[in-house]
């Protein structure tokens, strides 16, 4: 299990160690905020497009290779702004990074169910989440102070040998798990199963939650600078956000699997902190970036591990790879869009009602959740 926790760990590092210095040090490629918000929404973009393929792909010729293809692919896309370092290429490297996240992303969540029994897909959840959250943590405060230390160039190199690295302990130690057989599926079949609420909830939750962790981590710092604080001091910020996540998943995981959570309450009390926190991220100052951060944190914490352990469940296991890469088209389309929705709104008027915008959407999360199961009754 622990080079697919690696593998979380590095999007994760990856995605949101940039994010976090873009505003802060790449001047010359980001000149606006809604620049800005291109460049966060462009690796998830591509994620967006990709993702059900290679989970289906997954499906069909086995997680296992598309999970190493995919690593090897992020660490090629890294090393290419580490060579070129011009803002051209800082566009194509995002592109081919998240191009590469698309592929080894839902692989590894796809492994991470097919290798734990159904009984403890909670804590399984929980425990990947860990590490995403480890590589969220560590990717602002660290990203920081390579940035600081040899510009953004330097922080493409390390992911460059991260990938190499996560890419040949998975070739040793991943064992191969072959594909299952599957039955004829056509296209109104997969339409409703992905139009049924069992998939839609935890989806448009896990949506949510990744919407306000991409806006907390791309514009927090924003607000951080702002308040007149530093690129390490942003950094480590909003580094509370994703340790409060890292601390919440693996305890939200195992509630489930014991029974004292259930996936309806956890799911909303999730996006409602969420929504709080982006409350307080429209207070001026470092008290409303650490609070803001803070709430985020565990509503995403909540979220995270209970939306896929609900999907791994409700899925046929010869599915898995799709059900997950459609599932991650959800998460990124909340990616990529948070961001864009708060900078559209900000670039109208100012940040803070950005925030507030998309916390209005997530406290309305729950009614639309309830309004969708009593349809299906």
Same mark, same amino acid.
């Given at each position: 299990m622990?080079?697919?926790?690696?593998?979380g760990?590095?999007t994760?590092f /990856?995605?949101?160690?940039i994010?976090?210095?873009?505003g802060?040090d790449s001047?010359?490629?980001?000149?606006?905020?809604?620049?800005?918000?291109g460049l966060?929404?462009l690796?998830? #973009?591509?994620?967006? *497009?990709?993702? &059900?393929v290679?989970g289906?792909?997954a499906d069909?010729i086995g997680?296992?290779p *598309?999970l190493?293809g995919g690593?090897?692919?992020?660490?090629?896309?890294?090393?290419?702004?580490a060579l070129?370092?011009s803002?051209g %290429?800082? %566009?194509?490297?995002r592109?081919g990074?998240g191009?590469?996240?698309s592929?080894?992303?839902?692989?590894?969540s796809?492994l991470?169910?097919?290798?734990?029994?159904a009984?403890k897909q909670g804590?399984?959840f929980g425990s990947y989440?860990?590490y995403?959250?480890?590589?969220y943590?560590?990717?602002?405060?660290?990203? #920081?102070?390579l940035?600081?230390a040899g510009g953004?160039?330097l922080l493409?190199?390390?992911?460059?040998?991260l990938g190499t690295?996560?890419?040949? %302990?998975?070739?040793?130690? *991943?064992?191969?798990?072959?594909p299952l057989?599957?039955?004829r599926q056509?296209?109104l079949?997969?339409?409703?199963?992905?139009?049924d609420?069992?998939?839609l909830i935890?989806?448009?939750?896990?949506?949510g939650a990744?919407? =306000?962790?991409?806006? #907390?981590? #791309?514009?927090? &710092?924003?607000?951080?600078?702002?308040?007149?604080?530093?690129?390490v001091?942003?950094g480590?910020?909003?580094s509370v956000l994703?340790?409060?996540?890292?601390?919440?998943?693996?305890?939200a /995981?195992?509630?489930?699997?014991?029974?004292r959570?259930?996936v309806?309450?956890g799911?909303?009390a999730?996006l409602?902190l969420?929504?709080?926190?982006l409350?307080?991220a429209?207070?001026p100052?470092?008290a409303g970036v650490?609070?803001?951060?803070?709430?985020i /944190?565990? /509503?995403?914490?909540l979220?995270?591990p209970?939306g896929?352990? =609900?999907?791994a469940s409700s899925?046929?296991r010869?599915?898995?790879?799709?059900?997950?890469?459609?599932?991650?088209?959800?998460?990124?389309l909340g990616d990529?869009?948070?961001?864009?929705?708060v900078?559209g709104?900000?670039a109208?008027?100012?940040?803070t009602?950005?925030y507030?915008?998309?916390?209005?959407?997530?406290?309305?999360?729950p009614?639309?959740?309830v309004g969708l199961?009593?349809?299906r009754?």
């Amino acid at each position: 299990m622990l080079p697919l926790y690696a593998a979380g760990f590095t999007t994760a590092f /990856g995605a949101h160690g940039i994010a976090a210095n873009l505003g802060a040090d790449s001047a010359d490629a980001v000149t606006s905020l809604l620049v800005l918000g291109g460049l966060l929404a462009l690796y998830d #973009g591509a994620e967006v *497009v990709l993702k &059900p393929v290679f989970g289906t792909i997954a499906d069909r010729i086995g997680a296992r290779p *598309v999970l190493l293809g995919g690593l090897v692919a992020f660490a090629v896309a890294s090393a290419l702004y580490a060579l070129a370092d011009s803002p051209g %290429w800082l %566009w194509a490297a995002r592109l081919g990074q998240g191009a590469a996240a698309s592929a080894f992303s839902p692989a590894a969540s796809a492994l991470v169910s097919r290798l734990n029994p159904a009984a403890k897909q909670g804590r399984a959840f929980g425990s990947y989440g860990f590490y995403k959250s480890v590589g969220y943590t560590l990717g602002p405060l660290l990203g #920081g102070v390579l940035v600081w230390a040899g510009g953004l160039r330097l922080l493409f190199t390390v992911l460059a040998v991260l990938g190499t690295a996560v890419a040949v %302990w998975a070739l040793i130690a *991943v064992p191969v798990v072959p594909p299952l057989p599957r039955a004829r599926q056509t296209v109104l079949d997969l339409a409703r199963r992905l139009a049924d609420p069992v998939f839609l909830i935890p989806t448009a939750a896990l949506a949510g939650a990744t919407a =306000a962790l991409s806006v #907390g981590v #791309g514009f927090l &710092p924003v607000s951080g600078a702002v308040a007149g604080l530093g690129t390490v001091a942003t950094g480590a910020a909003v580094s509370v956000l994703a340790a409060c996540a890292a601390v919440v998943q693996p305890r939200a /995981g195992r509630a489930l699997d014991a029974g004292r959570l259930t996936v309806r309450g956890g799911l909303s009390a999730g996006l409602l902190l969420a929504a709080a926190g982006l409350g307080c991220a429209m207070l001026p100052g470092l008290a409303g970036v650490l609070l803001g951060a803070a709430l985020i /944190g565990v /509503g995403t914490g909540l979220i995270t591990p209970l939306g896929f352990a =609900a999907l791994a469940s409700s899925t046929p296991r010869e599915r898995l790879g799709q059900t997950m890469g459609a599932a991650e088209l959800g998460r990124e389309l909340g990616d990529a869009g948070g961001p864009l929705l708060v900078a559209g709104v900000a670039a109208a008027a100012t940040l803070t009602y950005g925030y507030g915008v998309l916390a209005v959407l997530l406290a309305c999360g729950p009614v639309l959740a309830v309004g969708l199961l009593r349809s299906r009754r």
